[in-house]
């Protein structure tokens, strides 16, 4: 979910009635599952996307990317960023293991008022984009 996406509904949530006493789940608004978007966010990363139509487990993959992290860095001339602070891993590992057809629904905010849109790959690609432009990531 976009950071700007969850500050939305914050400010939403404390300026109306309708969120009174209420608790709501947030993601962006288009009802995509990762299959919709991994092809964009591979495409942002300049990589070939790879496909498991049942999820996967990312430990040993993030492992090895933590081991190779700093040869990046000074590959690309990155800013030094721990990859800690770049990977949640726990938070990875769950979206990586569900079934790629997982989809969220916003119903109850919409009924409730909250109307910000946010596409995903659009999302996605402009973060990327951004990381990238920053010299965060390569």
Request: charged share 25%.
């Amino acid at each position: 979910c976009d950071v700007d996406q969850v500050a939305a509904l914050h400010m939403w949530a404390a300026s109306n009635q309708s969120a009174a006493n209420e608790a709501f789940s947030i993601s962006n608004d288009d009802p995509c599952a990762l299959g919709d978007i991994w092809g964009a966010i591979a495409q942002a990363m300049d990589m070939k996307p790879e496909f498991r139509p049942k999820g996967f487990d990312t430990t040993a993959f993030l492992r090895q990317g933590r081991a190779l992290w700093p040869d990046i860095i000074q590959k690309h001339g990155l800013k030094q960023t721990s990859y800690d602070t770049l990977t949640n891993t726990s938070e990875i590992s769950i979206l990586a293991s569900h079934d790629w057809e997982t989809r969220y629904d916003l119903e109850k905010l919409r009924q409730a008022g909250f109307d910000r849109h946010v596409d995903s790959k659009e999302m996605f690609t402009r973060w990327i984009n951004h990381l990238r432009q920053t010299k965060i990531v390569p």
